[in-house]
């Protein structure tokens, strides 16, 4: 649909649609009934007091800790590679606009597709084995980027690589969530999806940056590479943490964190 917009009506009037959908978006997400928040007498903690012991939580937890780290890791490496990767599939692999459109859609496709697998997913693997395995399937479908060159072959083998990688990230994004629900007593659900979003979307700015001052130094293609490596690593450090004898979903806890 965006690649559509965008031959139809323009770049700008494709951004202008996209936020609209934002506000969308925000209205339905202020339509999701929520509890009531305590009366601020009741209270008895503050904000940044609760924040911090979310990331307690997490980092003494042997199967939350290597989970928030594998968070990071991937949000450093994708962030050191989408810094630069509309830019080279634009300028180097020689893919037009409505190309690099096809290959966002059908990613969005293998997005939404990876996210309807996850629970099958984990029930035929065990949790942790289908985790370990969608982290890995990730760097590796990012390979064809490094060898692409221009083309309509290279153009389809970069689609499906992208479809299969984002519905590696949507499976593992949706069975840590899972997991997490399962360990943390719910008060602390809360906390310890936030300490995972700040880890991931706080590394991605610092990560950008760095790519930056890879990329004067060494070339975009070796920044890209350094991506791929970080998020192997990652998969590797996962691989050899608890996280891989985790057969079954743990057993919902319950009570006060304290």
Not at 24 to 49: D, G, M, Q, Y
Not at 73 to 96: C, D, E, M, P, Q
Not at 188 to 211: H, K
């Amino acid at each position: 649909m965006g690649t559509a917009v965008l031959a139809a009506a323009g770049a700008a009037r494709a951004v202008a649609l996209d936020s609209v959908s934002y506000l969308v978006s925000a209205w339905c997400n202020s339509r999701i009934p929520t509890h009531p928040a305590p009366p601020l007498r009741e209270r008895r903690t503050k904000l940044t007091t609760e924040m911090w012991e979310g990331v307690r939580y997490v980092a003494r937890d042997p199967v939350l800790r290597p989970l928030a780290l594998c968070l990071g890791g991937t949000g450093v490496g994708a962030g050191v590679i989408s810094t630069f990767s509309a830019w080279y599939l634009l300028t180097v692999v020689k893919v037009s606009p409505t190309g690099l459109g096809v290959i966002m859609g059908l990613s969005g496709a293998g997005y939404l597709a990876g996210a309807l697998a996850s629970p099958r997913l984990a029930s035929s693997l065990g949790p942790g084995p289908a985790l370990i395995t969608s982290i890995a399937v990730y760097p590796v479908m990012g390979v064809p980027l490094l060898m692409a060159g221009p083309g309509p072959l290279w153009l389809a083998v970069l689609a499906a690589a992208g479809a299969l990688q984002l519905a590696a990230a949507a499976s593992a994004t949706a069975n840590v969530r899972a997991v997490r629900q399962q360990i943390c007593p719910p008060p602390l659900q809360a906390r310890t999806q936030q300490t995972a979003t700040w880890l991931v979307a706080g590394s991605r700015p610092l990560a950008a940056l760095a790519a930056g001052a890879l990329a004067s130094v060494a070339g975009v293609w070796a920044t890209l590479l350094t991506g791929t490596v970080i998020l192997s690593v990652t998969a590797l450090a996962l691989w050899a943490s608890p996280v891989r004898h985790l057969a079954d979903m743990p057993t919902v806890l319950s009570g006060d964190p304290g």
